[in-house]
């Protein structure tokens, strides 16, 4: 280890307990709005897209307390609702236009915390106050329900909640990881680097939709200092088989299909006078999933495995539960891998021959890519078709054989698990891709798209889209998200901070 390794691993070992009581805290913010009535200034979805306000607003003030800025203008919201903040050493004499420029990238809002659930599931535990009652916990119920917990004597270092896991213990590693940076400037830890930390919004609703809002907004015009040389997307790259914390390269696209069959309403006592979209859409949903099942129409690919459809939402519009309905409305959640593409998605939808026979028997069915139309807590609405692209960066990109090399230097050290033995902090750094969706949807663009500032920043370039180079790099579990009992290791805190504030110039110098 050089000296640097050494005093930044010390150091993100020293700010364990902040980043457990910023974890907790961004957790637990949602609880002050909830239930509180709306005309005193609550909010019901709270913490959820498009309502993170209170929760970024704190992190805001709490990066700016602990010194994870050289300024306090240095973090702000950009137009889109981001929480943007940056550092940099001004006096390495390397000019601001050729530093690389690291993003690193977390979500800040979770999926619907089920609060209820939580509590009458768990016993004893609160889907943002973390453990109440430990007496009343459940273990079985943890231990059927999630991918991986530790040893039960090590459970004093779990942080449970809703997002604790996916993903806000990334983005409490960036404000450590950029506070290290700050205080280690004079022994290079800065040098030739702009590192800019994004703390996204509205990810979990409209993947990517941060990062869409600079493809369209900021990258066309911005300067070399401002477009990345590489993405860290710190979304959960633990797995509960082979380790936590693994270096990801790749992820699966995905879109959503909606179909509406439109038929004709009538008495539910007399059904020959109507003709029903619900059952001719379920013959649709039958058939498409029998499809599925049989890998009619879905590619594979040996790194992000194969595309997958299934049923992910519904609507039904009926006059009452005695009628025939009018209209049916569904989508599948597709995940696109390489060579898969959204046209061709829908085409084989549109091919299934329950949907010939819908028409065929005087009932509509469209067919299409719904639009999102939320707008963000800063009031901007993106308008995007629902399709996230997937991305794969290259084993042998520069960016990847730095994020191994920060690994070894910074956490190999200092932990002993082996490669497929659970969800543990390994020795062996663990390149490997995700199964779900992440920021990193929304930076592809098409290829012949214009940003004069990302020449010579070797992005990832295919057939159609570009992209700046993205690792993944973030605490959780991957099979823990989502799910009632979420919960987040503290010790992966200190070492993703370790290795954000390493990875920079490790790539910088590589």
């Known amino acids: 280890m050089s000296n640097l390794d050494a005093r930044i691993a010390s150091l993100a070992a020293k700010y364990l307990p902040l980043a457990a009581e910023m974890l907790a805290e961004v957790i637990r913010i949602p609880a002050d709005y909830?239930?509180?009535?709306?005309?005193?200034?609550g909010d019901p979805k709270c913490g959820t897209s498009n309502h993170e306000f209170p929760r970024i607003d704190y992190l805001r003030k709490k990066i700016i307390e602990i010194q994870a800025v050289r300024r306090p203008e240095d973090a702000f919201f950009d137009d889109f609702g981001n929480l943007v903040w940056w550092v940099e050493d001004p006096h390495d004499g390397i000019p601001s236009d050729q530093k690389k420029v690291v993003y690193i990238d977390g979500h800040t809002d979770t999926v619907k915390p089920l609060r209820a659930q939580w509590l009458e599931n768990t016993g004893g535990i609160d889907c943002f106050d973390g453990i109440i009652d430990r007496a009343k916990v459940n273990k079985d119920f943890l231990n059927k329900e999630l991918g991986y917990l530790p040893p039960e004597n090590e459970w004093n270092h779990l942080i449970f909640g809703r997002g604790s896991a996916d993903q806000l213990g990334g983005v409490i590693s960036a404000a450590i990881a950029t506070k290290i940076m700050l205080e280690l400037e004079s022994e290079g830890a800065l040098k030739g680097v702009i590192v800019r930390s994004y703390a996204t919004v509205c990810e979990e609703d409209n993947d990517g939709a941060g990062p869409m809002y600079l493809n369209r907004k900021v990258f066309p015009t911005a300067k070399p200092e401002i477009v990345p040389d590489v993405v860290i997307l710190t979304d959960s790259t633990g797995c509960s088989k082979n380790g936590a914390l693994g270096i990801y390269r790749g992820q699966r696209g995905r879109m959503q299909i909606e179909v509406t069959v439109t038929g004709k309403s009538c008495h539910g006592s007399m059904p020959w006078e109507g003709k029903n979209p619900l059952e001719f859409g379920g013959a649709i949903l039958k058939e498409a999933a029998e499809k599925y099942d049989r890998r009619i129409g879905f590619k594979n690919d040996p790194f992000l495995s194969h595309g997958t459809?299934?049923?992910?939402?519904?609507?039904?519009?009926?006059?009452?539960?005695?009628?025939?309905?009018?209209?049916?409305?569904?989508?599948?959640?597709?995940?696109?891998?390489v060579g898969e593409t959204p046209e061709q998605s829908c085409a084989d939808v549109e091919a299934l021959q329950a949907?010939?026979?819908?028409?065929?028997?005087?009932?509509?069915?469209?067919?299409?890519?719904?639009?999102?139309?939320?707008?963000?807590?800063?009031?901007?609405?993106?308008?995007?078709?629902?399709?996230?692209?997937?991305?794969?960066?290259?084993?042998?990109?520069?960016?990847?054989?730095a994020a191994v090399s920060a690994y070894r230097k910074v956490i190999s050290p200092h932990v002993d698990g082996k490669v497929g033995t659970g969800g543990v902090l390994t020795k062996e750094p663990r390149v490997d891709r995700w199964v779900f969706s992440t920021d990193g949807v929304g930076y592809p663009i098409p290829k012949a798209a214009s940003v004069p500032g990302a020449a010579n920043k070797n992005w990832v370039v295919n057939e159609v889209y570009k992209h700046p180079a993205m690792i993944g790099f973030g605490t959780g579990i991957e099979q823990n998200t989502h799910k009632i009992g979420e919960?987040?290791?503290?010790?992966?805190?200190?070492?993703?901070?370790?290795?954000?504030?390493r990875f920079p110039t490790v790539f910088a110098q590589g």
């Open 355 to 401: 949907v010939a026979a819908a028409r065929q028997a005087g009932l509509q069915v469209d067919v299409s890519i719904p639009v999102y139309t939320e707008a963000s807590w800063k009031g901007y609405v993106l308008d995007n078709p629902q399709v996230y692209l997937g991305w794969v960066t290259p084993e042998d990109h520069p960016a990847i054989q």
């Open 34 to 41: 909830v239930d509180k009535p709306v005309d005193q200034g």
């Open 309 to 337: 459809r299934t049923a992910s939402w519904a609507k039904l519009d009926t006059p009452s539960d005695c009628a025939v309905p009018e209209k049916f409305t569904f989508r599948f959640d597709r995940r696109l891998t």
């Open 487 to 501: 919960c987040l290791d503290e010790r992966e805190l200190q070492h993703s901070a370790a290795f954000l504030a």
